[in-house]
């Protein structure tokens, strides 16, 4: 009598399943992990826009007008602050739009163009507008939601 042996392992069919699978699973997930860091860059980008509101209105308080800089608001910032948002590798770029005396606006540009791009606002009563697209997604501050 003949013992028959019996390959152990997976047959090329089996194999090739596996791959298709994980490669639809993949094409969910990347675009969904993309999507998500972008939020939280953007999340990040309004909590420093909150701050330099706080700031530029203790500007006002002790100066009488709102600044036209973010580098003059240095008095009411941690230096480490001022240093991460002016980064050359930071995510956004951050400015300040005033009149002086009235009202002001802080703007969070999206600094690396490649695939997201836009501009995120706060004005001088603290409300947000504006938002992040790479063409197909669009991210909004998860304030606004």
């Not at 997976?10 to 990347?30: H, P, Q, R």
């Not at 700031?55 to 910032?77: I, K, N, P, Q, T």
């Not at 602050?81 to 956004?92: A, G, M, R």
Request: charged share 15%; hydrophobic share 40%.
């Amino acid at each position: 009598m003949h013992r028959r042996r019996f390959a152990s392992g997976f047959s090329l069919l089996e194999l090739m399943i596996a791959v298709v699978i994980l490669g639809v699973l993949t094409s969910y997930g990347v675009p969904r992990f993309y999507r998500v860091m972008e939020q939280s860059r953007v999340d990040m980008a309004c909590s420093n826009l909150e701050s330099l509101w706080t700031a530029e209105r203790l500007h006002m308080a002790r100066d009488g007008s709102f600044a036209f800089e973010v580098s003059a608001l240095g008095d009411f910032l941690d230096t480490s602050f001022l240093t991460s948002i002016q980064d050359p590798e930071s995510s956004f770029t951050y400015s300040i739009t005033s009149d002086a005396e009235n009202s002001f606006l802080l703007n969070a540009t999206r600094r690396i163009p490649n695939a997201w791009s836009g501009t995120i606002v706060l004005n001088s009563s603290g409300t947000f507008s504006g938002s992040v697209s790479n063409g197909s997604t669009v991210i909004t501050p998860s304030l606004l939601k």
